[in-house]
């Protein structure tokens, strides 16, 4: 890497917050995009993606509340890492379901302009770590430091273009799984809520 480009990745961590607070105004297609990409994108020919992940086994899916993105109907939407596309998933959720699920009064969750969900096979990780051990942990640690790899990833993003985000993990498992009709062998692991900072 050369000195402008690791210049340009310090400035980014460092300007890298957590904004709660949204204006009304769309965001453009082409940075939620850019977002999804640098969280899950695929980056090689063999299916390697942006973020880390135990034997490749990629057990996280990104699924995606849009509410205001200039181009794209309000609904829920499911990001293809292979076409960095987005195909639909389902409706719009109704106003104050996420608050509803969440732990305390998180109303970012309801401002957001784009609400992006990280969604782990968590059965499939502890599965196949099994061996190494038994009682599953291991296969649960690995899927939540991808997910804090994924995050952190769609943070820099986030920050590279002007918008603001914030990663929600506080919220009734259950209750946000069923938001989503989610099937047994895929859960919430976080909510990452984008949108035009207000200031």
């Known amino acids: 890497m050369d000195a402008s480009n690791a210049t340009a990745l310090q400035n980014l961590l460092a300007r890298r917050r957590s904004v709660r607070r949204y204006t009304g105004d769309p965001i453009p297609l082409s940075a939620v995009l850019n977002i999804l990409s640098a969280g899950q994108g695929r980056t090689s020919s063999e299916g ?8 490749a086994l990629y057990p996280l899916t990104l699924g995606v509340i849009v509410r205001r993105v200039e181009g794209l109907s309000p609904g829920f939407y499911a990001f293809e890492p292979d076409s960095a596309q987005l195909t639909v998933s389902g409706p719009s959720l109704a106003a104050g379901v996420l ?7 998180e109303t970012w969750l309801e401002d957001a302009a ?10 499939l990780a502890i599965q196949h770590f099994a061996e190494q051990q038994a009682d599953g942990l291991r296969g649960a640690r690995y899927v939540d430091f991808e997910a804090g790899a994924v995050a952190q990833n769609m943070y820099l993003a986030v920050t590279a273009q002007g918008l603001g985000a914030v990663v929600v993990m506080g919220f009734d498992d259950g209750a946000m799984k069923r938001t989503f009709e989610l099937d047994e062998t895929r859960q919430p692991v976080a909510l990452f809520c984008v949108g035009q900072p207000a200031v």
């Open 48 to 55: 390697k993606r942006t973020a880390p992940s135990a034997h």
């Open 99 to 105: 608050n509803g699920a969440a732990l305390g009064d």
């Open 114 to 123: 784009v609400v992006v969900v990280i969604i782990a096979n968590r059965d």
